[in-house]
């Protein structure tokens, strides 16, 4: 599978970099590796518990689990990283005007058909830190994930109560499969 690679340097200050920086090289290995292995680690707990518990108990993997194990594995990869989407369910996955935008080209790529799992966004930019690399790879909804992020109408009865009390304000329903649910966005400082 090929991997497509959109490259942006962040305007609002002059960053020397090379290009390579941003297309190889420890930063995009290390974001690479940490947002494969949150995407992984996430599938597989979603899936364990819809097969032990159902859907309805599931619901807590995205609520409550999601968060510590992003947490977990950006310290083990020592990053920052989060999950953001346009239409998100828990505030904490907001997007800022960064990953706004990227989530925005990623539709853009998804309507013209050539946005796949293999995309990435990467940039540079500076900010109060320093040097900041930054790298998003979409998420797309899978048939695991319709067990939350459907239409409302058909989620089971379990789902939709677990919904009503953590996410009273959900906007992360109605979605199909193949879809842009949203993003693994990872930061790191450069040296």
Request: charged share 25%; hydrophobic share 40%.
């Amino acid at each position: 599978m090929r991997t497509t690679i959109l490259a942006a340097l962040l305007l609002g200050a002059v960053v020397p970099i090379r290009a390579q920086e941003l297309t190889s090289g420890p930063p995009i290995e290390r974001a690479r590796a940490a947002s494969g292995d949150l995407l992984g680690t996430l599938k597989a707990t979603l899936v364990r518990h819809l097969q032990q518990e159902g859907p309805g108990t599931a619901f807590t993997v995205c609520a409550d689990t999601a968060q510590l194990l992003t947490e977990t594995i950006a310290a083990r990869h020592k990053v920052r990283m989060r999950r953001v989407s346009l239409r998100w369910r828990n505030p904490l996955d907001e997007p800022d005007n960064y990953e706004r935008a990227v989530l925005e080209e990623f539709a853009r790529l998804l309507q013209a058909g050539t946005l796949s799992e293999t995309t990435e966004h990467v940039a540079v930019s500076t900010d109060r830190d320093g040097r900041v690399f930054r790298y998003m790879r979409p998420i797309l909804i899978q048939k695991p994930c319709l067990s939350c992020h459907a239409q409302v109408e058909s989620l089971a009865p379990g789902v939709r109560e677990a919904r009503a009390q953590y996410y009273p304000d959900d906007r992360a329903t109605g979605y199909s499969l193949g879809e842009l649910r949203g993003a693994v966005s990872v930061r790191l400082l450069l040296e």
